[in-house]
Structures are given as structure tokens and as C-alpha cells.
């Protein structure tokens, strides 16, 4: 007999999934070109369950469902609210961008969408290792199917193979790495591997040997180096509006897996796997700003800039626990949650400008395409400007307090290996700034290639201009969201 507890854990995805099949199925009666009514449904049904995200958020209960095989705490509930509301805006800067190339001649981008967003909740609130696999194929499957939706374009069609072989390879390592834990620790629930890694009466090398599985896996699908050359391929072939769906709302869930594997479930061994993280961080840092100079597509050089992100978001995660002492790592964890937050939300404003001047047919994916964007657009060169600042961790942008948050969490670590990688990061944040501003010179300082003014939708226009107001706002009032994430850190360290 199921619980009453367990439906209201499941109550948003249930929902989610309910209306995912509707919508898929009141499509088929659209004849609109602009899928207008499937549009509308997919906005509200998304708004509706970030609301009672927000809910279940504030709320700041923790409750488990099905034989604890799933878990409702305050980190999961707003990582799915903020989730959902990323789902919202890549659809709204999606929607011309798709129109103008006829990607909206069925409603697969908005039931795909549905139904990867469905995969990130699973995998954001599952606290079994089999229901975090089923949530991360969903939403792999998901991206595979949406990274080829331009079937006639062979860019697309070539991006989405070489996404979904070294995709099952990504699962492959980690559903290896899974099955070793479980021979270890005989149980597949997160919370008694934690209790049974902690009893100490478990083969430490058997343990370490998945663990090694386990992060390459979480490292193929955050994109860290090594495992990061599927990212550029899949960012520049993918249409741009796909490639927001993949650089967005997924990094969030993927933030929250790490969470659950390593944090909840592999806290005792944590000297091992921050050595990982640590080597991966510094590859990802040095490889990600390098690299990214050298290009000259726009999607290819943020690809490689969020493969550096990823590096920081890595530093914050190793920074958590010093010496076998856990009581600074809710402050660690908390700093990578809110760089993940506010990376995503830098990222959607980003896309969201570059589909702009794309939405005639032309795909502006070079960062000669903005040049002059100033006396073209004035608003929408000062958007991309406050993008790239926030990324390049200028102050007073929300960039910069998300990269000090990290430092400070390094430094707070105390030991010299950490002000190390503080001291290496901020190098590479230097050289990271030369290719974010080069856009902004090109935008300010050349000579336009096009004397035609930019022009969006209300809808696109009302929701970017938000997007950057709140990079700028966050930026200077930041204290609300890094207390959101500490409390919702601190709550799921508790349990």
C-alpha cells in the first residue's frame, strides 16, 4: 500500500507527466503554424509546477516516498522550480528561432522539452541509484531526439550521433560504477550505502574502483575534461535553440546528481573523489579558457567557456569537506549550488540573444555576426554585454559574487592545496575575460555588417529584458539566493 506521503513527493512529476501527454496529444489538432495553443499549455503547465516547486521549497519539509526510493527536500524542490522556469524561458527565445527554420511543424519541441524536464526531476529527487539512471536517460533520450529535430540539416543529424554514442558511453560508465556499489554495499538506496560505507566494513578498494566509474560518468555528462569533446560538436551543431535546451536547465540537475552520489551517498569517501574532482577541475579550467580563445563560432567558444564553468562549479564541490572534517561543507556545496544557478541564468539570456539575431533564417553563430550590434540594437548589445561580464566574473554582475563564493569557500579550506587552486582559478578567470570582452568590442567597436534593426516578439522581448535585469540585480543584492541555497544545502545535509 502506497502512502500518502509518497504521492505528494511524486505530485509535481505526476503532473509534469500528465501534461506532457496532453499537450502531445492536443497537438495533433493544432493547425496553427505558430503551435500557439501548444505553446500556451506547455507555459502555464510549467509556471503551475514551478509554483508549487516554490511551495515545497519554502515549506522546508523533507519527505520520502516509495520505500525512500525518492526524496522531496528544500535543495530538490527549488532546483526543479528553477528548472522548470529555465524550461520556460529556452521555450519563449525558442519559439521564433524554430518558426523561422520549420521546426514547429509538429509540437516535438515542446513534448521533448516536457518530457526531458520530466527526466531532470527524477533525477534531481531520486534517492535510489536505478531512479537516478531511469531519470538521466529520460533526459538524454530527450536531448538526443531534440539535438536532431532539424532531420534535413546534416550538421544536426551528425551533432546528435556523436551525442548519443559518447551519451550511452557517459551511462555506461556510470551503470558500471553503480552496479559495483551496489556489490559493495548490497542495497541500491543512497541513504544505507552512506551507513554502510560509514560502518567501515566494506572493501575499500572494490569501493574506490566504482567510485572511479561513478565520477567519470558524472564528468561525461557535466562535460568536464577529459570527457568533454562531445560538448563543442553538440553546442555548434545542434539548432541554437536546442543547444539552450542542452547548456540550460539539465546543468541543474546535473549539479543535484553529483549531489546525491557523491555528497549524500559518498561522503565518507570523500578524500578519494575530490582528488578526482580536483584533477578534473584544473583540466577543465585550463583546457575550457585556452581553448575558447581560439574560436571564432560564437556556440563552439561558449561551449569551451562552459566547460571552464564547470571547472569552478568542480572547485566548490572539493572544497566541502578538509581533513575528514565535514563542518565547512554545507558553505562549499552552497557556493556550487549558487554558481550553477546563476550560470544557467547567465546562459539563458546569452542563447536567448544570439537566436534574436538568428531569427530570420541567418544562423549568427560567428562573433563577427555582432559586429556594430550597438548601432543596430543598443538594448540588446547592453544584454549581451551584461552576459558577458557576468560570465567573465566582472563586478558589480551576479558572475562575479558567483566566482567569489567559490574562492572563498577554497579559502576557507585552509589548506594549501586549496589556496592553490583559488589562486589558479583566478589566473584563469583572467584569461578567460579576454574572449567574453572580445564580443563586446566587436559588438561596440566594429563596423556593422548589417544596418538592419533587431526586432523580437513582446513575449521574447518582455522576458529578456528580465533575464538581464536580474543578472544585474542579483549581482548587487545577492544575499537572498546564496541563503536560499545555504538553508536548502544545510536541510539536505541534515536529513
Known sequence: MIDQASWIVIFPEALLLVMACVIAIVDLGVKSPLRTLTYVLSVLSLLCIAAIEAFFGASGFTLYGFSNMVVSDSMSAWLKCFASLAVIVSLVYARPYALSRDMLRGGELFTLSLFGLLGMFVMISGNNLLVIYLGLELLTLSSYALVALRRDKAQATEAAMKYFVLGAMASGFLLYGMSMLYG??????????????????????????????????????????????????????????VTLMIAGAPKLAAFAMVIRLLVEGLLPLALDWQQMLMVLSIASLFIGNFAAIAQTNIKRMLAYSTISQIGFILLGLLSGVVDGDAVAAANAYSSAMFYVITYVLTTLATFGIIMLLSAEGFESEEIADFAGLNQRSPLYAGVMALCMFSLAGIPPMVGFFAKLSVL??????????????????????????????????????????????VRAPHDVRIVLSLNALLLLLLGLLPGGLMTLCAESILQMMGT
Open 184 to 241: 559493495a554495499t548490497g542495497t541500491l538506496d543512497i541513504t544505507m550505502i552512506h551507513q554502510a560505507i560509514a560502518a567501515g566494513h566494506i572493501q575499500h578498494q572494490v569501493l574506490v574502483f566504482g567510485l572511479v566509474f561513478i565520477v567519470a560518468g558524472l564528468a561525461f555528462k557535466l562535460g568536464a575534461v577529459p570527457f568533454h569533446m562531445w560538448v563543442p560538436d553538440v553546442y555548434q551543431g545542434a539548432p541554437t535553440g
Open 408 to 453: 572563498q569557500a577554497l579559502v576557507l579550506a585552509g589548506g594549501s592545496v586549496h589556496i592553490g587552486l583559488a589562486v589558479f582559478a583566478v589566473l584563469m578567470s583572467l584569461v578567460g575575460a579576454f574572449y567574453y570582452l572580445r564580443v563586446v568590442k566587436v559588438m561596440y567597436f566594429d563596423a556593422p555588417i548589417s544596418i538592419t534593426t
